[in-house]
Nanobody, 125 residues
């Protein structure tokens, strides 16, 4: 499985962006996918995750209510709709995937073995 992230850019505070992550290869409904982000000088941070078999979603407290994670019916395209963006959302965003039975803690980046390249999101004040 390979992941290709896109959709980052520069936006003013209060604006919106939509990130996409295209999956190629043998990804099935038995996978979990998600997003992490890393700002300069900070540790990598969990953003959101989705379990493909049930569409159950998980969010960090910092983005809950502002971001929405989703996938298309074929489970090959994952999206992250980001609304009400703030300067503190500025980071490189990474999409991730792993077989769901391995992911026991959605917030733990070490449990995701498949990472896409990052896409930069910059929010100006």
């Amino acid at each position: 499985v390979q992941l290709q992230a896109s959709g980052g850019g520069l936006v003013q505070a209060g604006g919106s962006l939509r990130l996409s992550c295209a999956a190629s290869g043998d990804i099935t409904r038995n996978y979990a996918m998600g997003w992490f982000r890393q700002a300069p000088g900070k540790e990598r941070e969990f953003v959101a995750a989705i379990r493909l078999s049930t569409s159950a979603t998980y969010y960090s407290d910092s983005v809950k209510g502002r971001f929405t994670i989703s996938t298309n019916n074929a489970k090959k395209l994952m999206s992250l709709q980001m609304n009400s963006l703030q300067p503190e959302d500025t980071a490189v965003y990474y999409c991730v995937a792993r077989a769901a039975w391995i992911v026991t803690d959605y917030r733990n980046s070490k449990q995701y073995g498949i990472w896409g390249q990052g896409t930069q999101v910059t929010v100006s004040s």
